[in-house]
């Protein structure tokens, strides 16, 4: 059993959890994942690591309420406890050795994994500009944590409410054309977004790298759910990755597949709910 040691609410459908895990905090690395199951029936899911502390042996995960499993998870307390807690898996990062500037993007939720990226690249010595976009200002995730490790935060919003409108790809897009010179960018959050992120840094010829993290399902490579191909050969993102070159891979493919599963988890989060 794995104890929740700290249990914090960041909006009304994202929260965080710290958990009592100190083999996997040894060895986890940023890019990583775990699976967990919440009770013994439960079924496993994958979340990424959104960071970790060897010292303490904690892993702190961040995940949004949008399945019947994660509704479950948000119900748990401070000193309540996991049945299993796995990992660490996946592909840890990889980064080139000669980066100087890096731009990190996370979108939505997608900004709780990109941060263990900007604190690994910080701690390196890179210089880090992260770039942050939500729908509105209620929901901005790590503003405080990624000022922490970056040398330049920029948090954009759909709606403008909180004071610089617009879509990541544009403030992007901004600083290169002011003369930014990236030597890699690191994009997390959902499809469409990476596969924009990707379009616009191909122009620059900038070595890109995504997360594949939000189409996996049981984290083995034995379901076959996120299946993606990359330069043209079939991958599998929980075993081949999470991480590919964003320059690479086929998004069109991989959101027809991603679009498979609504039906049958909107029926699952029904049944959880009670709603008939």
Known sequence: MY???RKQTLNEQVKLMEIEAPLIAKKAKAGQFIILRVHENGERIPLTISDYDAAKGTITIIFQEVGKTTMLLGTLEEGDSLQDFVGPLGKASH???DIKKAAIIGGGL???IA???AKELHRLGVEVTSIAGFRNKDLVLLEKELHEVSDKVIITTDDGSNGNKGFVTDALKNEIESGENFDLVIAIGPLIMMKFVSQLTKQYGIKTIVSMNSIMIDG???CGGCRVTVAGETKFACVDGPDFDGHEVD???AM?????YKEPESEACNLFKGVE
């Open 115 to 117: 941060y263990p990226q």
């Open 220 to 222: 083995t490579g034995m």
């Open 95 to 97: 980064f080139p050795e």
């Open 110 to 112: 997608g900004t709780a």
């Open 3 to 5: 104890k929740i040691l």
């Open 256 to 260: 027809r597949r991603q679009g498979m």
């Open 251 to 253: 998004f069109d493919q």
